[in-house]
Nanobody, 115 residues
Framework: QVQLVESGGGWVQSGGSLRLSCVYS????????MGWYRQAPGKQRELVATIAWDNFTYYEDSVKGRLTISREDASNTVFIQMNNLKPEDTAVYYCNYVTWNSISWGQGTQVTVSS
């Protein structure tokens, strides 16, 4: 069973940076795709970025140039580096892992950006 644990959220001023981590277990991440999603109050959960087993990455237009997704297999971790944060980036950020037959989610980590 795949488990995902996010960390690294917090409070930051506009223009600041945060790096979120997602530690995974129960998989070697040699297939499937890891992704970061976010959900702001009163809004639907939305995709932010993904990284596939072959390191192919995808970013939503709203975060291109500001966020970078990466992986570190030695620590079973997927990161998302977030720079030049804006108040509209405030949300709970979730990590997920999708394979052909399963979807797993972490519990989320709160990111708050003040203006």
């Amino acid at each position: 069973q795949v488990q995902l644990v996010e960390s690294g959220g917090g409070w930051v001023q506009s223009g600041g940076s945060l790096r979120l981590s997602c530690v995974y277990s129960g998989t070697t991440f040699r297939h499937g795709t890891m992704g970061w999603y976010r959900q702001a109050p009163g809004k639907q959960r939305e995709l932010v970025a993904t990284i596939a087993w072959d390191n192919f990455t995808y970013y939503e237009d709203s975060v291109k140039g500001r966020l970078t997704i990466s992986r570190e297999d030695a620590s079973n971790t997927v990161f998302i580096q977030m720079n030049n944060l804006k108040p509209e980036d405030t949300a709970v950020y979730y990590c997920n892992y999708v394979t052909w037959n399963s979807i797993s989610w972490g519990q989320g980590t709160q990111v708050t950006v003040s203006s």
